[in-house]
Nanobody, 122 residues
Framework: QVQLVESGGGSVEAGGSLRLSCTVS????????MAWFRQAPGKEREGVVG??????TKYPDSVKGRFTISEDNSNNLYLEMNDLKPEDTAMYYCALREGYCYPFRPAGFTFWGQGTQVTVSS
């Protein structure tokens, strides 16, 4: 059983930065895709970025150049967020699926954390 626990969220002003962490424990499926999703109130959960078993990543235009995903040797996941905008305000979740990241949809991911709140004021 895989357990994911997010941390590092908080409230920041526009233009600020945050570093989210996802601590992973239990039986880790490999190969796997680990990813970050986010969900704002009243909105559907959307993909932010994932990292494939070979380290490939793909960022949507909404976060490209501002967010960076990384993974350490213990399978913990991180999301460095810079130049934050009010539109980034959401609950951020880390997730894991066996195999590769595509198709990059929430339904394809088996394990989820509880989420960490990010609030960006203007």
């Amino acid at each position: 059983q895989v357990q994911l626990v997010e941390s590092g969220g908080g409230s920041v002003e526009a233009g600020g930065s945050l570093r989210l962490s996802c601590t992973v424990s239990g039986h880790i499926y490999k190969p796997n895709c680990m990813a970050w999703f986010r969900q704002a109130p009243g909105k559907e959960r959307e993909g932010v970025v994932g990292i494939s078993p070979v380290g490939n990543t793909k960022y949507p235009d909404s976060v490209k150049g501002r967010f960076t995903i990384s993974e350490d040797n213990s399978n913990n996941l991180y999301l460095e967020m810079n130049d934050l905008k009010p539109e980034d305000t959401a609950m951020y979740y880390c997730a894991l699926r066996e195999g590769y990241c595509y198709p990059f949809r929430p339904a394809g991911f088996t394990f989820w954390g509880q989420g960490t709140q990010v609030t960006v004021s203007s």
